[in-house]
């Protein structure tokens, strides 16, 4: 039983926790039988925090979980916060292999998307 | 003449931020002819900042400039920040159309960018 953990950083604003929340379901619909359930985590101001989130996948009954960073840039966020917070949680999980993905900013695919992004915007 | 601007947050670590001017160079030559410049600039913590950021295009003989907001939520940062120091600086260029594109996050291609992403990833 596999999951993915899409972790964003989290605002103030519910509305833009709710954007990362509603993507997550849009991703599951996308990702066929490769994944057993996707879940939505923050890293500070929002529900559910990260370990929560890794909680939730594994009473789920996930084996494997897929920690997706949903940040674009390297910072501290990414390099220190999100794995400290992981390893955390580690110990608490001795049947769960847990991983962490690169952050979705660092994606070969990253600059044609925003080209298209830019290309597609209609003044 | 014609613009591309990608605004992110900025960073304490450098190497983020430079992360950000590398995609800026792999976006133009993405873009074809459809943009004659592609710079990057940091809403705080990093040089240039929005208001130089606008000025080396408009510099540069931009009349349009679209600033497309490298952040994947729309939080303070997107709905406020961005919008209030893009419109004090409009004053300053009344012959350059200055336009916001939506944020990054909030393309209809970002559920399958994340399903990619998380499919690609080996452990």
Avoid at 41 to 59: H, K, T, V
Wanted: charged share 25%; hydrophobic share 45%; glycine share 6%.
């Amino acid at each position: 039983m596999k999951a993915l953990l899409i972790i964003s950083h989290g605002s103030r604003k519910e509305t833009s926790n709710q954007e990362v929340r509603d993507l997550s379901l849009k991703v599951a619909s996308q990702l066929g039988e490769s994944f057993d359930v996707v879940e939505a985590a923050f890293l500070e101001l929002a529900d559910p925090l990260i370990p929560e989130g890794i909680r939730r996948c594994a009473d789920l009954g996930a084996k494997e979980v897929l920690i997706v960073p949903y940040f674009l840039a390297a910072g501290r966020h990414v390099i220190e916060d999100i794995p400290g917070i992981v390893d955390a949680e580690r110990p608490l999980y001795s049947d769960v292999r847990i991983s962490i993905a690169p952050h979705l900013g660092s994606s070969d695919a990253m600059a044609a998307f925003v080209a298209d992004s830019a290309l597609s915007f209609k003044a």
